[in-house]
């Protein structure tokens, strides 16, 4: 089918899977596909309370791993059987296409209703990952297309004991500061920084952070546009703060091959003194060392006088169906959902950041911490412009490169350089 113009899988394994049609489903009962197997009992006991409160059944179907599940539903999204609820766990162009071919109910009408009271309960920033506007450059038609059931941010996470035992009273306000933190970890044989820079989006999350300290937005979706080049000065800073913080030896070894989780291994046993990682890690780190002490703060800024900027916003969304015939009522379940009691349940029982702002009081005090920076929260979904998908990987590359020694700023740059010159060429022809 060319219906979905991504990742088409055949029309006989969408059959095959799912048959010849969809079920019609049953008035009281809505159905949700999730991927979120630390959540499951959670949502287990939330759907019962539901069921108790208004006669709905909500059945879950977990589907893990979650490529395993991204596969389930565009499968499903081919053969017109997707559920009431689901998520879309891919780029924002993904979901615009499933927007633009029906699959996805706008909810702006439902969050505005009452005055707007089911969109001001959430956080801002959660939502607008989820909102087009009129002038997307998907031409989705402006909206609202999916609920935050919680919001993260990714951060820097210092372990109190180990900064102690190396004479390190307060986490570094500034990167001169941390610069001497890693000297001084260093000298008690503590490895600095841990983080999964195998995975690219994690380095460029990294160096995201850094650029909207050291150029600043306008100058960042400038060089998006073609208007200001990679190898502008403050470019090739962004590049240089990772020569600087490996010419310190602050990165654990092998730190350009390793993945995410196992990144958050050797912080949670405290084989480094900082991890830059996500909110998530709490309940990892809380299940591999529950006597874990822990801190997080946003990386340190090279121009103090400029907040910096975290990656953030939604961190699991649900959408409903729009060729659901109880679309209403999978509206309702996912509002219930994120009202308070339900909320305060969730982040309890699974340690992630709840989306509706009115219960922040009631979370613990590192997930307060990683709240509070909600309010300098930014991400690709919410951005101007993104960048194009082969420059964003020769950038990320170049900086694995300059980590292991193998390329200087300057040459990452002009590659960076050479590669969006060609893509903007490609473009206008």
């Not at 179907?61 to 997707?82: C, E, I, M, N, R």
């Not at 820097?156 to 986490?171: D, E, F, M, Q, S």
Request: glycine residues 6%; proline residues 5%.
């Amino acid at each position: 089918m060319k219906k979905i113009g991504f990742l088409a899988c055949c029309a006989f394994l969408a059959f095959a899977s799912f048959g010849c049609g969809p079920a019609k489903a049953p008035a009281n009962e809505i159905e949700v596909w999730h991927w979120m197997t630390d959540r499951q009992d959670a949502l287990e006991a939330l759907a019962g309370k539901y069921e108790q409160q208004t006669g709905i059944k909500v059945k879950l179907v977990l589907f893990a791993p979650s490529d395993a599940y991204t596969q389930k539903v565009l499968a499903a999204a081919q053969a017109g059987v997707l559920p009431d609820i689901f998520g879309i766990l891919d780029k924002r162009a993904i979901v615009a296409s499933f927007i633009k071919e029906g699959y996805v109910m706008d909810l702006a009408p439902a969050f505005r209703a009452d005055g707007g009271a089911w969109e001001k309960s959430l956080s801002v920033k959660a939502v607008d990952n989820n909102r087009f506007t009129a002038s997307n450059v998907y031409q989705v038609p402006a909206g609202i297309y999916g609920v935050p059931i919680d919001v993260s941010n990714v951060q820097l996470i210092y372990n109190r004991a180990l900064l102690k035992k190396a004479g390190i009273v307060r986490p570094p306000a500034t990167f001169e500061d941390l610069l001497k933190d890693v000297d001084a970890l260093r000298r008690v044989g503590i490895s600095p920084l841990v983080t999964g820079f195998g995975e690219m989006w994690i380095v460029d999350c990294f160096a995201s952070n850094y650029a909207f300290n050291i150029l600043g937005e306008p100058k960042i979706m400038a060089t998006f546009r073609g208007e200001v080049p990679y190898t502008d000065p403050e470019w090739v800073a962004v590049f240089n703060v990772f020569k600087t913080l490996a010419g310190r030896k602050a990165f654990i070894e092998g730190i350009v091959t390793k993945g995410n989780k196992y990144a958050e291994q050797d912080f949670a046993l405290e084989r480094a003194a900082f991890s830059f990682d996500g909110s998530w890690a709490v309940n990892i780190y809380k299940s591999m060392n529950p006597n874990l002490d822990f801190g997080v703060m946003p990386l340190p800024a090279i121009k103090p006088a400029t907040p910096m900027r975290v990656w953030g916003g939604a961190g699991s969304s649900f959408v409903v169906n729009n060729r659901s015939a109880n679309r209403d009522k999978a509206v309702a379940f996912l509002r219930w959902l994120t009202a308070a009691p339900q909320q305060v349940y969730l982040s309890a029982q699974t340690n992630n950041l709840p989306s509706n702002c009115e219960v922040n009081a009631g979370v613990s005090r590192i997930l307060g911490d990683f709240l509070k920076a909600m309010e300098n929260a930014t991400h690709p979904a919410v951005w101007e412009l993104n960048e194009d998908p082969l420059v964003i990987e020769t950038f990320d590359k170049g900086i694995q490169a300059i980590i292991i020694g193998e390329k200087e700023p300057e040459q990452v740059a002009r590659d960076v350089q050479a590669v969006k010159a060609r893509q903007m060429a490609r473009q206008k022809k």
